[in-house]
């Protein structure tokens, strides 16, 4: 006997809930006999149930799951303080793309994010959906161990305490500095040490690249922000392109390109002065050098309109490129 009667539907499913939450167990031959209908009207509450506890419920998160040794379904419940499997997901596809980390330290992450995705069928399809990027993943170039000094170079910043350190150049020379740091950040596959050379204020701090850092040591010598003048890493990171150290300036262009929103996500304090012809009239204030490298990625989409001194920069910059091409 099959009971479609709504009533007995509802009644079926808040038993089972209840069942579960209280971190009881049941097997499906049992619950279809006890409520007289077949194991196909059991499965399909099941499902519910599992869609219920995975997605909509806010006081009882979990995975409804089948164990295989008991033979019965179970709740796993999933705490406010732990990691769903869809946050996992996201964690180590961000993590894999990032290519900030070599292969061991990536590894080692991504495979203890792993053991906490249950039960076992989830964290076999986990592995199944990043298998492809974590067996192709590539390394960036230096290939350095990260996350010990990020921690150390963190305290620091937090501790205010100057840092001694041998610093290898892109060019390969190597120079030592006493550094007051104030951040440390990620941008475009590296980490970045935010500092100020000892007793070298200047209206922004210098840039250092993590893997760069030869060697260093973390001083007990205490040095001194004031509040008001205390580094704001979101501030700096909504001005800065590439990590390119250089000068504050605020900059006017002309951009008809394919994405406005792009363009207003790349540059936070960018804003819209004028639309007009399907183009775009755009002010920013920006640091550093990186701008540059960024607008001329734009390439025929784009002119820079102020100010004078930097449209004439780019003016010749575009010379330049195209004489490699004479």
Not at 26 to 32: E, I, N
Not at 230 to 246: A, N, P, S, Y
């Amino acid at each position: 006997m099959i009971e479609d009667d709504s009533m007995p539907k509802v009644y079926r499913i808040l038993k089972m809930a209840e069942i579960l939450i209280n971190n009881g167990s049941f097997v499906k031959s049992d619950l279809a006999e006890k409520f007289h209908v077949d194991k196909k009207t059991i499965q399909r509450d099941i499902d519910v149930l599992k869609y219920y506890f995975e997605t909509l419920s806010e006081n009882y998160k979990g995975t409804l799951y089948y164990d295989k040794k008991e033979k019965c379904y179970k709740l796993k419940h999933i705490y406010d303080d732990e990691l769903t499997k869809n946050e996992i997901l996201a964690i180590c596809k961000i993590l894999l793309e990032s290519r900030a980390l070599n292969v061991n330290e990536m590894n080692t992450i991504i495979e203890k994010l792993e053991k906490k995705v249950y039960p076992k069928e989830d964290e076999k399809l986990l592995k199944y959906i990043i298998g492809n990027e974590k067996l192709n993943y590539m390394e960036v170039k230096h290939r350095g161990d990260l996350i010990n000094i990020l921690w150390k170079l963190s305290y620091a910043v937090k501790k205010q305490f100057l840092i001694n350190v041998k610093y290898r150049r892109a060019d390969g020379s190597v120079v030592e500095r006493t550094l007051e740091p104030v951040g440390v950040m990620f941008s475009d596959f590296y980490f970045y040490l935010i500092a100020y050379l000892k007793g070298k204020k200047k209206d922004y701090p210098a840039i250092y690249r993590v893997d760069r850092i030869v060697e260093w040591n973390i001083t007990e010598e205490h040095f001194k922000v004031e509040y008001n003048k205390r580094f704001e890493d979101i501030e700096f990171r909504k001005r800065i392109q590439f990590m390119q150290g250089g000068n504050i300036q605020t900059i006017k262009f002309k951009f008809w390109g394919e994405s406005l929103e792009a363009v207003l996500d790349r540059l936070p304090t960018a804003e819209i002065l004028e639309k007009k012809d399907g183009k775009a009239i755009i002010k920013a204030e920006i640091y550093g050098r990186g701008i540059k490298m960024w607008l001329l990625s734009q390439m025929q989409f784009l002119e820079v309109m102020e100010p004078k001194e930097f449209r004439e920069e780019m003016k010749d910059t575009i010379e330049q490129m195209l004489n490699n091409y004479i």
